[in-house]
């Protein structure tokens, strides 16, 4: 190429060879396929690598207006296509593991939550579904699910680099637009991210809505099997907490804010058996400094 541009294209891997997490970082690795320009120019550049357009060549040009802006959309959005068609039915597998129910049976503790909010959109004579679906959507994905979505090294042992990160940004952002009830029309001036899973979009809010409509339409949960549920997980993961370290961390926030609990406590009329039990745990604690479950 002219003046000594050579573009190549690369795939940063780190990780471990051969283990889980180095085909699921491998799976992500494949969306930073990035184009690259080599740039040789010993007058006004030293050798050095950089994305399709050159971070410093603003500044560069005031100093040399002749050289222009390196401008190769083109390829840029050929390699992203050709990028989100290689990962598409991993994406479109993960959303619809998170937004379905196996044998028609959703997770206890959804179905006992999203229950709680419709009773209280019942007793709060809220007959609109769109703040119900606003409700389930801003409590479990858009709290949880896009959080882990944008940072897999909080649940994997591996690395996000910055490339992956914009490429994981991406798919939390189709994500969020899925459960979204806002009716956009995209046009050749929106970003390109979003113009990436527009046609998939309204295809995934149906699902969505489905999905509300099949967990809302399941037999209800009922407190005592909540709780026997609840128990079961415990003893699943019995041994795999420090319990003592957890009492401690609640001892630090009641420490910290005891008075104002214990003002809207008061504020709000509650039983002063409540009261009682929050001053006795506290000194308890106090007391101890450090407990365990008996």
Not at 81 to 109: C, D, M, Y
Not at 125 to 150: A, E, G, Y
Not at 169 to 184: G, N, R, T, Y
Not at 252 to 268: A, G, S, V
Request: hydrophobic content about 35%.
């Amino acid at each position: 190429m002219q003046n000594h541009l050579t573009v190549s294209a690369y795939i940063k891997h780190e990780q471990k060879p051969g283990s889980y997490l180095a085909q699921l970082s491998a799976i992500w690795s494949s969306m930073v396929t990035c184009c690259c320009v080599f740039v040789t120019d010993d007058q006004n550049y030293s050798t050095k690598y950089f994305h399709l357009i050159d971070p410093d060549i603003d500044q560069d040009q005031k100093k040399n207006p002749e050289r222009k802006k390196l401008k190769l959309k083109e390829v840029y959005l050929t390699k992203l296509l050709s990028t989100k068609v290689a990962v598409h039915s991993f994406v479109e597998n993960l959303f619809r593991t998170i937004w379905g129910t196996p044998n028609l049976k959703t997770p206890p503790a959804i179905k006992y939550f999203f229950d709680f909010l419709d009773a209280q959109g019942e007793s709060k004579r809220i007959n609109d579904s769109d703040v119900l679906h606003i409700w389930k959507t801003n409590s479990l994905p858009l709290r949880f699910w896009v959080n882990i979505l944008k940072n897999p090294q909080f649940v994997f042992d591996m690395e996000k680099t910055p490339p992956l990160d914009g490429c994981l940004s991406v798919i939390a952002q189709a994500f969020m637009d899925s459960f979204s009830l806002a009716e956009k029309q995209l046009g050749k001036h929106d970003p390109t991210n979003k113009l990436l899973y527009a046609k998939d979009i309204s295809q995934y809010k149906q699902e969505v809505r489905a999905y509300y409509k099949q967990v809302r339409d399941q037999p209800p949960i009922s407190s005592s099997e909540f709780k026997e549920f609840l128990h079961k997980e415990s003893k699943k993961h019995e041994n795999e907490f420090n319990e003592s370290a957890a009492l401690r961390e609640l001892y630090k926030y009641m420490q910290l804010y005891f008075d104002e609990i214990k003002l809207k406590l008061d504020q709000n009329g509650a039983p002063v058996e409540l009261k009682e039990q929050l001053q006795h745990v506290k000194s308890l604690f106090d007391s101890l400094k450090s407990c365990s479950w008996n």
